[in-house]
């Protein structure tokens, strides 16, 4: 794979950065891992906003402690993502952002509720799909607001 892709994967790995410093990083601060993943953008580092240096570093830095299983996973995702459209993004990158201003025990709900699904049989979750397809909007926002209010104490199969 050529380095340049590395670099946007690794970009992509990492979209939801936090703020950096306003002094950024210097090159030499990089270990030499993230020198060697980020190696193309050494010439222009310098010239990069300090939370993109910031971003790009971390990322470099996930990168480089990942095996090669999780790489060629990682490569399969961007690849999944550079074909959607550019709405598709945008409309993923939106939820994103909402779901990472949900309060902790909500995210923790979430990624409970999906992983449940995931692990579903495919026949059910393809029930379920269809149910949910053929429901007017109004009927998926009381499902929503039925299931937020039920209690949380037991799994569900």
Known sequence: ????????????????????????????????GQREVLSQLEQSWDTLPATRQATLARGAERWDGMSRKQREAARARFSSWRELSDDRRDQ????????????????????????????MNRDRREQLRDRYKRMTPEQRQRLRDRLQKRPRTTVRD
């Open 1 to 32: 794979m050529k380095v340049n892709s590395i670099i946007i994967i690794v970009a992509l790995l990492v979209f939801s950065s936090a703020v950096a410093e306003d002094e950024g990083i210097s090159w030499a601060e990089l270990n030499d």
């Open 92 to 119: 993923i990158r939106e939820r994103a952002q909402i779901f990472r201003s949900l309060p902790a025990a909500e995210q923790d709900r979430i990624r409970r509720n999906f992983r449940n699904y995931r692990e």
